[in-house]
């Protein structure tokens, strides 16, 4: 059945990207090779859209489809699919629980911009500048709403979000989408939103099955992403949670696992 892949999806950060945030030395010469086959290579992060085209250089941005947000705003041939538009009482209420969380620092992500109104705090500045290409500093982060489509609440915390943001934010999970997705982040979206649920939209407008898609993921939001997909992969260095559930694991995300495992899979040479 590999030899019918036409779908390739792959998270960013731990998995295609190193530590570094650097592309695998062969992506450029395998995106060629997928082309060549007609493989479509899918960009899905939890990252600001804006951000994930820019680590895409030499004209490689053009040639590749997007699942943003976690899934809450998608791309397909260079043009906005859909946002998610969170609801405007929702976003309030959230964002009063994550200013009275000590520690914890709201970022809303729309179909335009980023939005925060923290400027001192320099570790959030540190990781927010890795995800978001366009970031805007405001007074009042709930002003936005009247001013962009706000699909995702980011939360930050510096290297502890599962157990402090993550807790304080699981109540919203009865009607939210409550994602851990790092080290200092948690991702609230509107409850039918992950990136295995863009996925299947995707692989809908495309015509594509499940079992023509390989995916790759290390991380908790990337579970639905893989349980999408006909041939899930995880990284060695990803979270246990999916290193248990899922058998086929493709190699350290500091090592080109990514590119090593689609080039071994699909007798592709880079």
Known sequence: MLDQIRVIVSDFDGTLLDDEKR??????????????RNIRFIAASGRQYYNIRAQLPDGMADRVDYIAENGAMTVRNNEICWVD????????????????????????CGAQCAYFENGDIEEMLFHAGL??????????????ISDDAICKIAVFHNHDAEHVSYPALLPYSDRMQVALS????????????SKGAALQELLRRMDIAPEHCMAFGDYLNDMELLEASGHPYVMENAHPQLLERFPNTSGHNNHGGVVTTICRELGIEV
Do not use: H
């Open 23 to 36: 592309l695998p030395e062969g992506f450029p010469a395998l995106l060629d090779a997928l082309e060549q």
């Open 85 to 108: 538009e969170m609801p405007a009482a929702d976003v309030a209420e959230i964002v009063q629980t994550i200013r009275d969380t000590e520690g914890c620092y709201p970022i809303l």
């Open 131 to 144: 995800y978001y290409a366009r970031l805007k500093l405001v007074p009042d982060v709930l002003e936005a």
């Open 182 to 193: 790092g080290d200092c982040w948690v991702d609230v979206m509107n409850k039918s939103v």
